[in-house]
């Protein structure tokens, strides 16, 4: 079976704000109040897309699922290069996974 792989980056002078912002709507958040009173969770698109993360900015995926994280790559001018490979059996059975 096959899969695709994406290896991105942001720009290199890209504000740590964005940066946040990026990697929260990328993979999600779970945030507390200082005292923990209350508890937030800011929902990623990788969350609903089974994944497998190697490293810092590289993705294993579904190829029917990579035009969303393209998309949302562009949104934010990253640099990326997306690529087919064979998927060992571990990495099909984490991308057959559903997420809900």
């Known amino acids: ?3 695709v ?3 991105f980056k942001l720009p290199e002078n ?3 704000n964005t940066m946040n912002k990026f990697v929260r709507g990328l993979y ?3 945030s507390m109040s ?27 995926m579904n190829k ?6 393209v998309e949302y790559l562009n949104k934010f001018s990253a640099d990326f290069y997306t690529g ?3 998927l060992t059996p571990d990495d099909e059975k984490i991308l057959s996974e559903t997420h809900e």
């Open 28 to 30: 999600g958040q779970d």
């Open 84 to 86: 087919v490979v064979e």
């Open 64 to 69: 029917k699922d990579t035009e969303v994280v």
């Open 14 to 16: 890209t504000a740590l």
């Open 34 to 60: 200082w005292k923990g009173k209350y508890k937030h969770h800011r929902h990623g698109i990788l969350e609903d897309i089974p994944h497998r993360k190697f490293l810092r900015g590289v993705v294993l």
């Open 1 to 3: 079976m096959k899969g």
């Open 5 to 7: 792989v994406v290896i």
